[in-house]
């Protein structure tokens, strides 16, 4: 998702927490921990420790039910900036009409991570079908342009999360296979942009 930037201020980013704190109380039913929301996904994570995620369903028309790694092998993680808040990003990809979701989504403030779309499932989210078919989709709430909602909650929480990832579906842990939206082909969106600290980043995923 692309739109114009946006400068956070530190009350902005805590507000942005509280209301995800008060978002996910208010969906107990529905927005559970990974433990109980989609415990069909951790099959065979024991290889890898994922963080703490939230379950927040994706409208079922934004994306297609499959059967991965059955149905396509996962060879890739795609790097998104929302340009959106986490809030408002969460909206779109809840409304059936905007045919577009993720896997995962980071939270600026404090690293919350939402889970939109179970792995087995393909998220319309690179703009390809075959990347989207072979990919796990993880959105970054901010702007491509303003490197404040990159913090190093987000950075730490995401790198763990891709690095889980990688460990269940055997991606090796090289920007060959952890991209940018940018990056794939045919793609017309510009993120995570030229201030995402890529190497910061890869030394997280791969443990320093």
């Not at 577009?100 to 991570?113: E, F, K, L, Q, W």
């Amino acid at each position: 998702m692309e739109a114009h930037g946006r400068t956070p201020t530190r009350r902005a980013l805590l507000r942005s927490g509280a209301y995800l704190a008060t978002a996910t109380t208010g969906l107990a039913a529905t927005a559970a921990t990974t433990t109980t929301a989609h415990a069909d996904d951790r099959r065979g994570r024991r290889a890898a420790a994922y963080p703490p995620t939230h379950w927040i369903p994706a409208s079922p028309s934004n994306y297609r039910v499959s059967s991965r790694p059955t149905a396509y092998p996962i060879d890739f993680i795609v790097i998104h900036v929302t340009q959106e808040t986490f809030p408002d990003a969460m909206k779109i990809f809840q409304d059936p009409a905007k045919q577009v979701s993720t896997h995962y989504m980071v939270a600026s403030a404090d690293g919350y991570i939402g889970q939109f779309v179970r792995e087995k499932d393909v998220a319309w989210h690179a703009g390809n079908k075959d990347y989207n078919n072979r990919s796990i989709g993880i959105e970054h709430e901010g702007w491509v342009d303003d490197p404040k909602w990159f913090t190093d909650e987000m950075y730490a929480s995401s790198a763990a999360l891709a690095a889980a990832v990688c460990d269940r579906f055997g991606i090796p842990k090289t920007r060959d296979h952890i991209i940018g939206h940018v990056e794939v082909p045919g793609a017309d969106h510009t993120d995570p942009g030229p201030l995402w600290d890529w190497d910061r980043y890869m030394r997280l995923v791969n443990g320093g």
